[in-house]
């Protein structure tokens, strides 16, 4: 059974930084990407940041290029994401996604708020 650890989130003053992290267990694949999805209230779950474990290839939205960094250790499963000058609008549950060959599994969540 795949099981999540994340944390991270909290309260932030606009132009701020955070630290979101997100352990995986529970797999066997070798090979898989990890993702930061974000939900504020009222809005569809958008995708934040993308990494793939093996090459490290990233993705990132429009939204939070430049600003958010994307990162794994592949010894922990563990993927991070660091939020520098954070704005308002980012605030949001913040869920880690676990995508294998076969199956999604998604964490928790985590909540961002940013305070303008």
């Known amino acids: 059974q795949v099981q999540f650890v994340e944390s991270g989130g909290g309260l932030v003053n606009a132009g701020g930084s955070l630290t979101l992290s997100c352990a995986a267990s529970?797999?066997?694949?070798?090979?898989?990407?990890m993702a930061w999805f974000r939900q504020a209230p009222g809005k569809e779950r958008e995708g934040v940041a993308c990494?793939?474990?093996?090459?490290?290839?990233?993705y990132y939205s429009d939204s939070v290029n430049g600003r958010f960094t994307i990162s794994i250790d592949n010894a922990k499963n563990t993927v991070y994401l660091q939020m520098n000058s954070l704005k308002p609008e980012d605030a949001a549950v913040y869920y880690c996604?676990?995508?294998?060959?076969?199956?999604?599994?998604w964490g928790q969540g985590t909540q961002v708020t940013v305070s303008s």
């Open positions: 996604k676990l995508e294998t060959a076969n199956n999604d599994y």
């Open positions: 529970g797999f066997t694949e070798d090979h898989y990407a």
């Open positions: 990494i793939q474990n093996s090459y490290g290839t990233t």
